[in-house]
């Protein structure tokens, strides 16, 4: 079993920059790959970005392709986005979750994280 717990959530202007992290604790990581979703309201939670993390491969959304980077911290067991050029589109709640081999969709992770609100303003 993993737990996963994010943080660095917050309120940033549109263009502005947040770095989000998700520690993880539990089994080995080696055989997971993490990923990154967000839920804004009245819509379906989305995949972001996502990370092996032995191979560090990496994948996006086209959404945030350019514009946010996923990677990874052995030693921290801790998984970073960082987010650049932040658009008001990007207010959401998000939230890392973690699957055995490799999945970019919602249904393909079984560990989620209770999320942190990112908020953009125009």
């Known amino acids: 079993q993993v737990q996963l717990v994010e943080s660095g959530g917050g309120l940033v202007q549109a263009a502005g920059s947040l770095r989000l992290s998700c520690a993880a604790s539990?089994?080995?990581?080696?055989?997971?790959?993490i990923g990154w979703f967000r839920q804004a309201p009245g819509k379906e939670r989305e995949f972001v970005a996502s990370i092996n993390w032995s191979a560090g491969t990496t994948y996006y959304a086209d959404s945030v392709k350019g514009r946010f980077t996923i990677s990874r911290d052995n030693a921290k067991k801790t998984v970073y986005l960082q987010m650049n050029s932040l658009k008001p589109e990007d207010t959401a709640l998000y939230y890392c979750?973690?699957?055995?081999?490799?999945?970019?969709?919602?249904?393909?992770?079984?560990?989620w994280g209770q999320g942190t609100q990112v908020t953009v303003s125009s």
């Open positions: 539990g089994r080995t990581l080696s055989a997971y790959a």
């Open positions: 979750a973690a699957t055995t081999g490799w999945a970019n969709d919602v249904d393909g992770y079984r560990y």
